[in-house]
């Protein structure tokens, strides 16, 4: 699949630095991190300047308590960065969103602290959300990049097998990768953002939409000091997450589908009981087209309560089981409706007759899912909201 990056022209101009002050905020999450951020500081600034680019770095820690303020007390000194300690709270994604919200940049940079991604690749990647890039990756695994550290087996299958599950979300080929830099309003089309573990980057891009995405070669380097925080924990996590962004990216369809198929189940339901109340009971037509819509219209909002819209999880039986009758007889007046007017004011569908049938059942549809959705099935109370 061909990312946007290949159709980005092949010359890139050299920015003109003067009068244009583009502020770059540099994220780094940390946890016990203090011996490295001496020099991965240094290295971003240095990264910077040579290219004339403004920066500030900010530098999110879960209060290690390893001396990683002191630290940052000197180096607060000598360069613009700042420090945030959480208390009493862990996480590498929380982290990165805090560190996001404190951000002064148009363009917004996160990276690991222990020196695994390269700053030197920084103004690479400035460059490309400057010409139009929406999200722009740090990647391992494309032409170019490349793993230091010889992983073993389970490390390797465990990065292939997490990226693999991500395939139906972005066509990204390091979806795992911690180091990307985008544009603030990247950010601003993220109406929430609820990552849980480490993928704060596959959240982004899901959250945000972004379809102008490319990514950088980088050398993933062996972290210089102490240990990684990956664990299992930060896998079923992970399993979790995706749940989370599937369903945020593919909901609409799946619940619409849901919807329709409930529905044809109704139909049969009704055409059922309009016949068996006429031969069985022996009612007249007309009371039987009424017994057999209620009937149906109770199975489908039956149906649709436990299987369409079950995030909706409302206790109210009754009063939205009648809500879903009342919304089912306006949608079929519209059904109706849209029917008589086209049949009586288009020559064509007065002599196609059954063209405004269907024409009519689609809009009823519509309306009914409409109403469902917003009205009778409205989800109450968010789940997500960290942002
Ligand atoms: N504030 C904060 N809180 N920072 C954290 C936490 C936390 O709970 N956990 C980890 N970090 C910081 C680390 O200090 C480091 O700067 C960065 O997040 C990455 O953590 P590592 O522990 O070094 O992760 P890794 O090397 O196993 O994972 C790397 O590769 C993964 C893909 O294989 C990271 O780049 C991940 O982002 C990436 O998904
Ligand atoms: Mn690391």
Redesign the pocket.
């Known amino acids: 699949m061909e990312t946007w990056v290949d159709f980005l022209p092949k010359e890139r101009f050299v920015r003109d630095i003067e009068g244009k002050p583009c502020l770059v905020s540099v994220i ?6 203090a011996k ?1 951020l001496r020099e991965i500081v240094k290295r971003i600034f240095r990264s910077l300047n040579d290219n004339g680019l403004k920066g500030e770095c900010i530098i ?3 209060d ?1 308590g390893d001396g990683t303020e002191s630290v940052c007390g000197e180096l607060e000194r000598e360069c613009n960065l700042r420090l945030i300690v ?1 208390k009493g ?4 994604s ?3 969103i805090r560190g996001l919200r404190e951000a002064g940049g148009d363009i917004l940079v996160v ?4 020196l ?2 390269p700053p030197e690749k920084i103004p690479e990647m400035v460059r490309l959300v400057e010409d139009g890039a929406e999200f722009v990756l740090g990647s ?1 695994y494309v032409e170019g990049g490349e793993i230091e550290e010889d992983w073993g087996f389970y ?1 390797k299958l465990n ?1 292939k097998v ?1 990226t693999m599950l991500a395939y139906f979300l972005t066509n990204l080929k ?1 979806p ?4 990307f830099c985008i544009p603030r309003r990247t950010l601003e089309a993220c109406k929430e953002l609820s990552p849980i573990g ?4 596959l959240e982004i891009i899901v959250k945000s939409g972004s379809k102008k995405v490319a990514e950088v070669p980088i050398y ?1 380097s062996r ?1 210089m000091h ?5 664990n299992l924990k ?1 896998q079923l996590l992970y399993i979790q997450h995706l749940g989370r962004l599937y369903r945020f990216r593919y909901m609409g369809k799946i619940q619409f589908l849901s919807f329709i198929l409930v529905g044809f189940s109704g139909f049969l339901i009704d055409t059922t009981f309009y016949f068996l109340v006429q031969y069985l009971l022996g009612l007249g037509h007309l009371i039987a087209r009424a017994i057999s819509f209620f009937i149906a219209a109770s199975w489908n909002w039956y149906w649709n309560r436990v299987f369409t819209f079950m995030q909706a999880g409302s206790p109210r039986y009754i009063s939205q089981w009648a809500s879903f009758l009342g919304m089912s007889l306006i949608s079929f007046l519209f059904n109706w409706g849209t029917y008589y007017l086209l049949t009586t004011n288009v020559v064509y569908f007065d002599v196609h007759k059954y063209s405004a049938f269907v024409a009519g059942v689609i809009v009823g549809t519509g309306s009914n899912f409409a109403f469902s959705k917003y009205i009778v099935f409205r989800v109450r109370h968010g789940l997500d909201g960290a942002m």
Not at 176 to 179: A, I, K, R
């Open positions: 780094l999450p940390t946890y016990k991190e490295n999110v820690d879960d290690s959480r709270e862990r996480g590498l929380t982290a990165v990276m690991d602290a222990d695994s991604h391992r490390r990065s997490a390091d795992m990768s911690g180091f480490y993928k704060i980057a993933f972290r102490g240990e990684s925080k990956m930060e």
